[in-house]
């Protein structure tokens, strides 16, 4: 189970912003594409186009990862919690996903083995961490 | 190009700072578009978690709308003597109308429930108040276009957004009633208790009394598993002016903001009242232990602002052993056989019973 509170994840970029951004990229592909043609006849006007094709294509570039970027930072992920129920008299454990209601010492279902009470010994969520560069202080 | 060159020199000589505003302002706006989205959110779960468990007659929207705006006045400080006092005049205030709040907006809740819808509603206060001061730079920024007004917020944007995400978190703990990395003390508290009997003490607080390593330990947690604080200081004290000042040490338990760079769950042991919040209780402990020189010991566990609020993380569960280990050895090093020792477990013991 992931429990996450960005499944309305939303679209805030507005259609008519990303089609001038997709004319922006087309055109500075096209500029790109026009200044490799005329480089040898007409050197002088090939760097110029070739120099507004780049800043274009960075430009449209950047924006877009941009916008990509501040979607994914919308997500808050959650790892899931979990609820460990031991009983203390056979040891018999079960780990199951938390549900509302459950509370650290809670006494539950009588243990399926012995028939004793059973209680709710941990809640908590494991976090897997991405792997940390190493740090030598 | 070398026009093109002496161009930008000139653009970036006169409008360079102007440049960098509207970069720094298109941070904050980013930003800003999150702690919106984070504060819809949080109203959402705030809206559907009265609805779900308050089951109210009408509509608690627009309530919990009033809610989000509620604000309190500290005390006037000119004169500080007898401020301690005002402050947990005001908080108590505070307190008991949050309380008839919630019961006016969930009156199916039972005492455990309304605790932490309490603290949900609370939760989503916060990210309404983070968002409105990012939202009052940004646009103060906007309006002034003084670099300076924008720099203030842009350069603690990190560890504010850091802490807004925190808190989003912390909705969805309070909201299930999870146990949250503040309650770490609690817990400490908690496992000492089991299987002893618990009585009532002070404002929603527990205490019971175990034999411990041959001493006599009381011990003290907020009563659970309803999000909740307590009043330890007074729970303290009373235990204190109970047993006429005869207690030879006290030992309090707390989760404490780690440095980065620290392990999330690492114990450390020192002296003191290990207690946050607006120092009421601090001052209580305090008072109590100087009246009967009473020597306090403290034992934290590092986490830092996120784990503090969001759901319990295991290695702050797996450190409650290793801080028994510590509070053990503590009482076994400063106590004789036979005396009496109090062991406070602090923080919101929200998930974790007794």
């Not at chain 2, 809610?67 to 000119?78: A, K, R, S």
Request: glycine content about 8%.
């Amino acid at each position: 189970m992931t429990v996450e509170n960005s499944s309305t994840q939303r679209s805030r970029v507005s259609p008519s912003a990303l089609m001038v951004l997709f004319i922006m990229l087309v055109l500075s592909l096209a500029a790109l594409l026009y200044g490799v043609w005329i480089l040898d006849s007409y050197p002088d006007l090939a760097y110029i186009v070739l120099l507004f094709g780049f800043l274009g294509t960075a430009m449209a570039a950047y924006t877009l990862v941009q916008m990509r970027r501040r979607l994914s930072r919308l997500k808050i992920v959650i790892s899931p919690v979990t609820t460990t129920i031991e009983c203390k008299k056979c040891g018999f454990k079960n780990v199951r996903e938390f549900q509302r209601g459950d509370y650290i010492f809670k006494a539950v279902e009588p243990c399926q083995k012995c028939n004793d009470k059973m209680l709710i010994t941990a809640v908590y969520r494991e976090v897997k961490e991405k792997e940390k560069a190493r740090f030598p202080y | 190009m070398n026009i093109l060159f002496y161009v930008v020199f000139v653009v970036f000589m006169f409008y360079g700072q102007r440049i960098q505003m509207m970069v720094m302002l298109r941070e904050v706006e980013g930003s800003l578009h999150k702690l919106k989205y984070i504060k819809e959110e949080g109203r959402k779960t705030a809206v559907e978690t009265v609805k779900e468990i308050g089951k109210p007659q009408a509509d608690p929207a627009a309530r919990i709308d009033r809610f989000m705006e509620y604000f309190t006045i500290g005390p006037q400080g000119l004169d500080p003597a007898g401020i301690v006092w005002k402050l947990e005049h005001i908080l108590d205030v505070r307190d008991t109308r949050f309380k008839d709040e919630v019961k006016l907006m969930a009156p199916s809740a039972d005492e455990t429930q309304a605790n932490n819808l309490e603290n949900t509603l609370e939760a989503a206060m916060a990210l309404n108040y983070i968002y409105k001061i990012v939202r009052h730079f940004y646009l103060l920024g906007k309006k002034t276009y003084s670099l300076y007004v924008v720099m203030q917020i842009q350069m603690i944007l990190p560890m504010v957004m850091k802490e807004a995400e925190a808190y989003a978190s912390a909705l969805k703990a309070f909201a299930f009633g999870q146990p949250i990395g503040d309650g770490a003390g609690a817990l400490v508290a908690a496992k000492l208790m089991q299987g002893h009997e618990t009585r009532k003490i002070a404002k929603d607080c527990v205490v019971a009394t175990v034999p411990f390593e041959g001493r006599t330990a009381f011990v003290i947690k907020a009563e659970g598993p309803g999000g909740n604080v307590g009043k330890p200081g007074d729970a303290i004290k009373e235990v204190i002016d109970k047993n006429n000042g005869n207690i030879a040490t006290v030992v309090m338990i707390d989760a404490a903001l780690k440095l980065e760079g620290e392990e999330l769950g690492e114990v450390a042991e020192g002296v003191g009242a290990a207690i946050g919040g607006p120092g009421v209780d601090q001052y209580k402990i305090e008072e109590s232990l100087v009246k009967y020189h009473i020597p306090i010991n403290a034992v934290i566990i590092k986490e830092d602002v996120g784990d503090a609020v969001s759901p319990l993380r295991k290695e702050i569960f797996d450190s409650v052993e290793n801080v028994i280990e510590r509070v053990k050895q503590v009482i076994l090093e400063r106590t004789k056989e036979g005396d009496k020792v109090i062991i406070a477990g602090i923080g919101n013991t929200i998930g974790i019973g007794q």
